[in-house]
């Protein structure tokens, strides 16, 4: 039972340098999002998307492109790395509505950028 | 002010101890509530939802309070294992769409 796979675990990269981060979910949920984590901040929303081939910006969208073609999966791509994107990234698919909602969270990706 | 406001803690208790946090939210409009437990360099969980008119789960209870915009986790008797860091996650609808805000989240340990 994977529920939401995130990958890397890890990755260093060069300002400048352009990656992307692969998220898949095998709950056949709608929703899912991506999320950045950084020291003394709750988790903020980057982007987000109902389904596939929607798409919508979050609170700190700026740098950041997504896609989805599949339902299945959100990839986040960093377009050209600055040192300001060094954070804990998580992607999150969720079930269900209002008071019964549930975030699926992957493992999360620790991103440096130099 | 930040919408979602926590005390980042940490709590430091006693095993058998029991802990409270309490979370203030800045909207009036929040509609859904939630608290998720996050162990250190791993993803948050969900802990509980907070229902209207409070709610138990275990050793774990939950408050609600609309009039003064709070919420409230209670531990009862403390193990080892509770020490983590819980979020508080409120959820309102913004300009039609649903937006869920984290607060940074209240760091707890529990000592033996």
């Known amino acids: 039972n994977a529920g939401v796979t995130q990958t890397p675990k890890f990755q260093v990269l060069k300002t400048g340098q352009s990656m992307t981060l692969q998220c898949a979910q095998d709950m056949n949920h709608e929703y899912m999002s991506w999320y950045r984590q950084d020291p003394g901040m709750g988790l903020r929303l980057i982007h987000y998307s109902v389904g596939a081939g929607i798409t919508d910006q979050g609170e700190v969208p700026n740098g950041y492109n997504v896609s989805r073609s599949t339902t299945e999966d959100f990839p986040l791509r960093l377009l050209s790395a600055a040192p300001s994107q060094t954070s804990v990234y998580f992607c999150?698919?969720?079930?269900?509505?209002?008071?019964?909602?549930?975030?699926?969270f992957g493992s999360g990706t620790q991103l440096s950028v130099l | 002010r930040k919408e979602v406001e926590q005390d980042p803690g940490p709590f430091n208790v006693p095993e058998g101890a029991t802990v409270a946090f309490n979370c203030t939210y800045s909207n009036s409009a929040s509609q859904s509530f939630f608290w998720y437990r996050q162990d250190c360099r791993k993803e948050p969980k969900l802990l509980m939802s907070?229902?209207?008119s409070g709610n138990e789960d275990g050793r774990f209870t939950a408050q609600l309070n609309r009039a003064s915009q709070y919420i409230s986790l209670l531990i009862r008797d403390s193990k080892l294992s509770d020490s983590a860091t819980y979020l508080c996650?409120?959820?309102?609808?913004?300009?039609?769409?649903?937006?869920?805000?984290f607060g940074s989240g209240t760091r707890l340990q529990v000592q033996p």
């Open positions: 996650v409120v959820n309102r609808l913004d300009t039609g769409r649903r937006a869920l805000t």
């Open positions: 999150a698919s969720r079930a269900g509505t209002g008071v019964g909602e549930k975030l699926f």
């Open positions: 907070v229902y209207s």
